[in-house]
């Protein structure tokens, strides 16, 4: 019985064709892996706040004059953070009213160092042309970490290049799990040729 060699070649080709897939599937599935890895870690907070990230607003006075508001405050926290400040106006017999005001400079907004007798100017004409409404406002002052003071790396690239080192470590591994050796076929790569007639 004669065999047809391109049988040979159909079957050996299927094996090397099925030796392939299975080696994607195997990359495929570390590679899906490495993607949920990172999913998570872009979803966690970059930098979580120790502890003693906490600030403390102490000595809140303002004066009016003319046109013009000046709210004085200590602001007592770690020095190595800016701090995110806002104002709020208040009323003391209405509770449910507050007020950010816009037309703000000085010690608020973003980067803000802490110290002592720092100040807000509120420009308040041109939100309250009459002036304060009523006698019984007062202002809270209001901080959030913010970003950490220029000197030194940022905690955040120490994390993101943390990440990428376990990520990399991780792909590797599972790249070299999946990756078998694709058996070679039987009788070299090709089969002989059929003879002539």
Not at 54 to 69: L, M, R, S
Not at 125 to 147: K, Y
Request: with cysteine; hydrophobic share 45%.
């Amino acid at each position: 019985m004669h065999q047809d060699p391109f049988s040979t070649l159909h079957d050996s080709s299927q094996k090397s064709l099925m030796g392939v897939l299975q080696s994607f599937q195997g990359r495929f599935r570390a590679l899906r892996c490495l993607l949920a890895f990172m999913m998570v870690a872009y979803a966690l907070p970059l930098r979580a706040n120790p502890p003693g990230d906490e600030a403390t607003i102490k000595n809140i006075v303002f004066k009016v004059t003319g046109q013009v508001v000046e709210v004085y405050y200590d602001l007592i926290a770690p020095p190595n953070l800016y701090w995110n400040v806002t104002l709020v106006l208040k009323k003391r017999f209405a509770k449910g009213f507050l007020y950010l005001p816009l037309e703000v400079s000085g010690d608020v907004g973003e980067k803000v160092i802490p110290g002592e007798n720092k100040k807000i100017t509120w420009r308040i004409a041109s939100e309250f042309p009459q002036g304060l409404p009523g006698e019984d406002c007062f202002f809270a002052v209001n901080a959030e970490v913010g970003a950490e003071v220029e000197g030194g790396i940022n905690s955040t690239y120490w994390i993101i290049g943390g990440a990428a080192v376990v990520g990399g470590i991780l792909t590797a591994i599972l790249l070299s799990k999946g990756s078998k050796a694709v058996p070679p076929v039987p009788g070299g790569t090709f089969p002989d040729p059929p003879a002539r007639p």
